[in-house]
T-cell receptor, first 118, second 110 residues
Framework: NAGVTQTPKFQVLKTGQSMTLQCAQD?????MYWYRQDPGMGLRLIYY???????DKGEVPNGYNVSRLNKREFSLRLESAAPSQTSVYFC?????????????????FGPGTRLTVL | DQQVKQNSPSLSVQEGRISILNCDYT??????FLWYKKYPAEGPTFLIS?????DKNEDGRFTVFLNKSAKHLSLHIVPSQPGDSAVYFC?????????FGTGTLLAVQP
């Protein structure tokens, strides 16, 4: 099992260019997530997909779009990249559910994509 | 408004000693908490978790304590090893999402 895979690992863009970050998981999880990590800011949720066919905004969705292509794949698109989008992007997946009445949500993360926008 | 806070950006301890990483939260509706560990150039990996009906959960060298009245949890690593040097994130479950803290960089000195 590869777990969660992300492509590319590194990318440099110029302001205004577009690109799509790809994510795939082989754990048959229903839920998938996109985060960005910036120094001193922790992991901030950009978008998530609770199940195939649904997507929802997270904490910092502006400037991004997502597509849940199928149960395995969840892509993140930057339509017009800006320097403020320079970050490390992580994809995650989980099988969220209630366990003994608690919201259990152990997420599994990919290795990340380091994006620089000049 | 940060709902999960890790007020110490960094911590340095000697090998063999105890490492204590702290986390505070503001939302009393959170009922499940997790700790993740992150090495440079890798994604975070799950370490240990605790539900709100417990005050302690132990897994080998790692123990998480939860104080609901203070809205505070801590991760104890005993004994600390150089391989434990990483960034540690605490997180709280909110429905089908995780709310992460800003992380604490732990450096274990040989």
């Amino acid at each position: 099992n590869a777990g969660v895979t992300q492509t590319p690992k590194f990318q440099v863009l110029k302001t205004g260019q577009s690109m799509t970050l790809q994510c795939a998981q082989d754990m048959n999880h229903n839920s998938m997530y996109w985060y960005r990590q910036d120094p001193g800011m922790g992991l901030r949720l950009i978008y998530y997909s609770a199940s195939e066919g649904t997507t929802d905004k997270g904490e910092v969705p502006n400037g991004y779009n997502v597509s849940r292509l199928n149960k395995r794949e969840f892509s993140l698109r930057l339509e017009s990249a800006a320097p403020s989008q320079t970050s490390v992007y992580f994809c995650a997946s989980s099988e969220w559910g209630l366990v003994a009445g608690f919201s259990y949500n152990e997420q599994f993360f990919g290795p990340g994509t380091r994006l620089t926008v000049l | 408004d940060q709902q999960v806070k890790q007020n110490s950006p960094s911590l340095s301890v000697q090998e063999g000693r105890i490492s204590i990483l702290n986390c505070d939260y503001t939302n009393s509706m959170f009922d499940y908490f997790l700790w993740y560990k992150k090495y440079p150039a890798e994604g975070p990996t799950f370490l240990i978790s605790i539900s709100s009906i417990k005050d302690k959960n132990e897994d080998g060298r790692f123990t998480v304590f939860l104080n609901k009245s203070a809205k505070h949890l801590s991760l104890h690593i005993v004994p600390s090893q150089p391989g434990d040097s990483a960034v540690y994130f605490c997180a709280a479950t909110q429905s089908n999402k995780l709310i992460f803290g800003t992380g604490t960089l732990l450096a274990v000195q040989p």
